[in-house]
C-alpha cells in the first residue's frame, strides 16, 4: 500500500484514519464501516423484526410459561394477559374471508396494589413479542393545549418503537401504566376542564376503539406546519394498569350493601376482606372516577393479588433475574463471591411488608444493606463476602429508615 491511499467513500487519507481496510480496487475506513453497519441494521429493522408468522405464534400456554420464568405467582392476571396477546396475534393473520364475521379486540385492564407486578408483566411480555411494543406512563398526559403531554404521544412511542413503520406500529401492543391518575376528580361529570383527568379519558376514547389518528413523529405540540403520520389504531392492543389506590373501600362498600336479609350474614362471611381486589366490577371502576365509555373500551378486566411473604421470598432468589442473583453477578464481575445467609433473606422479606412497598421495596433494602461492600470491595483483595443477619441488621440501623418509609 502506498502512503497516498484514501478511503473510497469519504475521500479520508491513510494518516487520518484509524484504519484503511483494502478492497480490490478500492479501500474503507474504519469509520465509514461503523456508519455503514449502522445503516444495514437500521434497514434490516424495518424490513424483517416485525413480521408475524404461524410458526412464531405461542400458545397462550407457552406464553405463561415464559411470564412464569420472571415473574412469581399472580397467575389469573398471567392467563389474562396469555389470552390477550394470543387472541391480538390471531387477529391479525385473520385472512379475509366472506363470513362477514370480524373479531374485535379486547383491551385489558390490570389492577393490583403498588410493588405487586403489573409493569413487570408487561416488560416482560414485551421480550417475547414480534410487533412493537412500548409502556408509556398515563400521568404526563393532559388534554391538548395544556402543559403535558398530549394523547397522540402514545402513538408517537409506538411509532418509535417500530422505527417508524407505519405498517407494523398498528399492529402493536402498549402498556398504559398509572391509568388511575387519570381518573375523573369528582363524582360528577365537570362542568370546568378536568385537564389531566377526566379530558385525558375523553381524548383517549378515539385510540381505543379504533381510529385514524394523525400524530406529530417526534412527539410534542402539534403546530400547522408539522407533517403529521396517519396512524390506524384499529388492530393496536392497549393493556391498561393502575394501583388505584382506595378502591378496596369502594368494593367492600358495594358488597355490604349488595344483600339485606338473613344471608346477608353468611355472604359476607366467606369474602375474602384481605384481597378485596378480585372481586372488582366495572361498577367500582366507575365510582372510582373512570368514565363509562373508556370501561366499555377495556373489556377484561383482571387483578393482581397482593403479595404475602412466600411469595416475596421467592422472588428474592427464583425468578431467571431474580435480585439475589443480580447482586451475586455483580459482585462477580470483580472476582468476589456472594454467599448471603437464609435468615438475611427472611429479614428482608419482612422489611419489605413492615414498609408495605411490595416487590420493589427488596431491591431499595438490598441496596442499603450492600452499598458499603459494593462501595469497598472493588478495590480491595477480599475475594469472599459473606452476610449475616447481623451484618444486614446493622446495616439497616445505621440507613436513614424514614426515608425508605416515605419512599
Known amino acids: 500500500m502506498k502512503n497516498n491511499d484514501k478511503c473510497s467513500f469519504c475521500g479520508r487519507q491513510r494518516k487520518e484514519a484509524n484504519l484503511l481496510i483494502a478492497g480490490v480496487d478500492a479501500y474503507i475506513c474504519d469509520l465509514c464501516t461503523e456508519q455503514a453497519n449502522l445503516i444495514v441494521r437500521e434497514e434490516l429493522k424495518k424490513k424483517g423484526n416485525?413480521?408475524?408468522?404461524?410458526?412464531?405464534?405461542?400458545?397462550?400456554?407457552?406464553?405463561?410459561?415464559?411470564?412464569?420464568?420472571?415473574?412469581?405467582?399472580?397467575d389469573d392476571a398471567k392467563k389474562y394477559?396469555?389470552?390477550?396477546?394470543?387472541?391480538?396475534?390471531?387477529?391479525?393473520?385473520?385472512?379475509?374471508?366472506?363470513?362477514?364475521?370480524e373479531i374485535e379486540k379486547s383491551n385489558i385492564l390490570l389492577v393490583g396494589e403498588t410493588g405487586t407486578g403489573k409493569t413487570l408483566l408487561a416488560r416482560?411480555?414485551?421480550?417475547?413479542?414480534?410487533?412493537?411494543?412500548?409502556?408509556?406512563?398515563?400521568?404526563?398526559l393532559t388534554e391538548a393545549g395544556y402543559v403535558g403531554e398530549d394523547v397522540e404521544s402514545i402513538l408517537t412511542r409506538l411509532l418509535q418503537?417500530?422505527?417508524?413503520?407505519?405498517?407494523?406500529a398498528e399492529k402493536g401492543i402498549?402498556?398504559?401504566?398509572?391509568?388511575?391518575?387519570?381518573?375523573?376528580?369528582?363524582?360528577?361529570?365537570?362542568?370546568?376542564?378536568?385537564?389531566?383527568?377526566?379530558?385525558v379519558q375523553q381524548a383517549m376514547l378515539k385510540l381505543l376503539e379504533g381510529s385514524k389518528v394523525n400524530v406529530p413523529p417526534q412527539g410534542g405540540r402539534k403546530h400547522p406546519d408539522q407533517k403529521m403520520i396517519e396512524v390506524d389504531t384499529r388492530n393496536i392492543l392497549f393493556i391498561c394498569g393502575g394501583a388505584f389506590e382506595g378502591i378496596q373501600k369502594k368494593i367492600a362498600k358495594r358488597l355490604n350493601t349488595q344483600v339485606v336479609g338473613y344471608g346477608a350474614s353468611k355472604q359476607r362471611e366467606q369474602v375474602?376482606?384481605?384481597?378485596?381486589?378480585?372481586?372488582?366490577?366495572?361498577?367500582d371502576l366507575r365510582t372510582y372516577g373512570l368514565i363509562p365509555e373508556i370501561i366499555g373500551r377495556l373489556p377484561v378486566i383482571t387483578y393482581l393479588n397482593p403479595l404475602e411473604k412466600s411469595v416475596l421470598r421467592s422472588i428474592l432468589t427464583e425468578p431467571k433475574n431474580a435480585i439475589i442473583k443480580q447482586y451475586k453477578k455483580l459482585f462477580?464481575?470483580?472476582?468476589?463471591?456472594?454467599?448471603?445467609?437464609?435468615k438475611v433473606l427472611d429479614y428482608i422479606v419482612d422489611k419489605a411488608i413492615e414498609f408495605k412497598l411490595g416487590a420493589r421495596g427488596l431491591r431499595s433494602i438490598c441496596e442499603i444493606i450492600m452499598i458499603d461492600a459494593m462501595f469497598e470491595l472493588p478495590s480491595g483483595d477480599e475475594k469472599d463476602m459473606f452476610i449475616n443477619l447481623d451484618y444486614a441488621k446493622k446495616k439497616m440501623e445505621k440507613a436513614n429508615i424514614k426515608r425508605l418509609k416515605a419512599a
Open 81 to 101: 394477559l396469555s389470552v390477550s396477546v394470543y387472541n391480538h396475534y390471531k387477529r391479525l393473520l385473520q385472512p379475509t374471508t366472506d363470513d362477514d364475521v
Open 50 to 74: 416485525f413480521k408475524l408468522s404461524k410458526s412464531k405464534l405461542l400458545k397462550p400456554i407457552e406464553i405463561k410459561k415464559f411470564l412464569d420464568q420472571y415473574v412469581i405467582g399472580q
Open 161 to 168: 418503537a417500530a422505527d417508524y413503520n407505519v405498517e407494523a
Open 272 to 283: 375474602d376482606k384481605d384481597n378485596l381486589l378480585q372481586y372488582i366490577s366495572p361498577q
Open 174 to 199: 402498549v402498556f398504559i401504566d398509572e391509568i388511575d391518575k387519570i381518573a375523573r376528580k369528582g363524582d360528577n361529570p365537570s362542568i370546568t376542564r378536568d385537564v389531566s383527568g377526566e379530558g
Open 332 to 342: 462477580d464481575y470483580d472476582g468476589v463471591k456472594l454467599e448471603i445467609e437464609d
Open 124 to 140: 416482560t411480555i414485551a421480550r417475547m413479542l414480534h410487533v412493537p411494543f412500548t409502556i408509556v406512563d398515563a400521568t404526563v
